[in-house]
């Protein structure tokens, strides 16, 4: 099915870095959402994002909604260990108060620089 | 409260079996989707069910994966036949519509083997 273009696919963070990542999707997207999920658990909701141009934090996160609507970035502070993990962006198209599926990009791995 | 849980966390089954995946959403949201996630990879929508409303069925993959939903609560996902592709792990979530809000909250997972 359609999935949005998430980057990088992986990345290697050493203690006190910032990290970056983004989606990019070449449809409109009303609403995006960035989870992350630890292995052998479901993803959990880090930021919600819904106007284009709104930039929302939580803690060190911090997540942007793209004025073309199209993409979206994360940010990652000043990292600590348990920031590893495949975070994955997702988007919704259809606007409220009409429901509908999420379409998720296929995650970036953060993992800690050996 | 309590947050979305499904049953079981693991399920190993030989070709050709049925299998039945259970998701208990969180209490009050009235929104419930199902996904499958591949390893490595995203997840992909397979339905959801909003209230009374018809279901969203437009993610499944074939005639062998159905799922229903009773008295507007838990829902079970039935997959008939398994093939080994059907090997993932299959994801629930709820959301709660009348807050205008969207966001999706997930269940820990089944993850299903077909041997």
């Known amino acids: 099915g359609q999935q949005l273009n998430q980057s990088p696919q992986s990345m290697f963070i050493q203690e006190g870095e910032d990290v970056s990542m983004n989606c990019t999707s070449s449809?409109?997207?009303?609403?995006w959402l960035w989870y992350k999920q630890d292995p052998g658990e479901g993803p959990v909701l880090l930021i919600a994002l819904y106007k284009a141009g709104e930039l929302t934090s939580n803690g060190r996160l911090t997540a942007q909604f793209g004025i073309t609507r199209k993409d979206s970035f994360l940010n990652i502070s000043a990292s600590i260990p348990s920031d590893v993990g495949i975070y994955f962006c997702a988007g919704r198209r259809r606007p409220p108060p009409s429901q509908g599926n999420l379409i998720f990009g296929k995650g970036t791995k953060l993992s800690v620089k050996p | 409260g309590a947050g979305v849980s499904q049953s079981p966390s693991n399920k190993v089954t030989e070709k050709g079996k049925d299998v039945e995946l259970r998701c208990d959403p969180i209490?009050?949201?009235?929104?419930l989707y199902w996904y499958r996630q591949s390893l490595g990879q995203g997840l992909e929508f397979l339905i959801y069910?909003?209230?009374?409303?018809?279901?969203?069925k437009s993610g499944l993959p074939s005639d062998r994966f159905s799922a229903e939903r009773t008295g507007g609560s838990v829902s079970t996902l039935t997959i008939q036949r398994t093939q080994q592709e059907d090997s993932a792990v299959y994801l629930c979530a709820s959301s709660h519509f009348e807050q205008d809000s969207y966001e999706q909250y997930f269940g820990p997972g089944t993850r299903l083997t077909v041997t």
């Open positions: 069910f909003q209230g009374n409303s018809a279901p969203d």
């Open positions: 209490s009050g949201h009235t929104a």
């Open positions: 449809s409109i997207f009303n609403t």
